[in-house]
């Protein structure tokens, strides 16, 4: 199986200016789509994916529910999946031509440099995360609730993990599972706390383990299982550009062909 993978395509910073610019490049002898998270806003992503050529495996990040509720935007995007030909992944899995994936958003621990209650308050005040997205109640989606939801992922993640399948296991993220998707310029910065945890213990238990989020690409093996990470990223001249060929994305090191073969 030839699997593409992308995340972080923030299609939702050219809703106003280029609505109609192509999501993405469909890369050549791909059997398999996968999308980890930030690709449109709320469940726009699967009416922009919907007709792709290929299944897509897709899970959702942070960015999809800025402006609305997080629960909300989960429930929304899973109903718009159903009858596509997209596999909306939330603490759930799919098995396709005998692979078994596996996916949720994750968030994080806020644990990575120790101290979980300096590394929330630090992520209140610095990310936008916290004053975009909603809980349930209409209040704002803080760490704690973030938190909640990341030990919620965990625990399926250690059950899914640990039932036996004989086929491959692949993993899919938005957020990051190691240290070592922390690129060099931003080392020991307090942010990578909620952009990451550190759950190298599981990837032994997976093959491939995609990831999403942190604006950098990945390619590496740890605890037995390759870690990738295509990201995106925003655009850097949406003000200047006259249109959607000329733009240049944050990460240049962005593969739109990335493609690997389980």
């Known amino acids: 199986m030839q699997v593409q993978i992308a995340s972080d395509l923030h299609l939702d910073a050219l809703q106003q200016k280029f609505p109609d610019c192509p999501p993405l490049e469909a890369a050549p002898g ?85 101290d979980s209650n300096r590394s929330m308050a630090y992520a209140r005040d610095a990310m936008s995360d916290h004053q975009s997205i909603l809980r349930e109640d209409g209040g704002p989606f803080g760490p704690e609730d973030a938190l909640a939801e990341h030990r919620l992922a965990v625990q399926w993640l250690v059950k899914a993990l640990a039932t036996p399948f004989r086929g491959k296991t692949v993993v899919i993220t938005h957020h990051g599972v190691s240290p070592d998707s922390v690129h060099e310029r931003f080392r020991d910065h307090p942010v990578n706390a909620g952009f990451l945890s550190d759950l190298r213990n599981l990837l032994p238990f997976a093959d491939l383990w995609i990831h999403g989020h942190v604006h950098d690409s990945f390619d590496y093996r740890s605890g037995g299982a390759r870690v990738i990470a295509n990201p995106r990223g925003y655009p850097l001249n949406l003000a200047s550009a006259q249109n959607s060929a000329e733009l240049q994305w944050e990460n240049r090191a962005f593969d739109p062909h990335c493609v690997v073969e389980l």
């Open 30 to 114: 791909a059997d398999l789509l996968i999308l980890a998270g930030d690709i449109h806003l709320g469940a726009a992503g699967v009416d922009r994916f919907a007709g792709w050529p290929v299944p897509v495996v897709y899970v959702s990040g942070n960015h999809e529910a800025y402006g609305a509720g997080y629960i909300e935007t989960v429930t929304a995007i899973a109903q718009r999946a159903q009858g596509t030909n997209i596999h909306y992944l939330e603490r759930s899995s799919v098995e396709l031509d005998g692979v078994r994936f596996l996916g949720c958003c994750l968030w994080t621990d806020y644990a990575l440099y120790g």
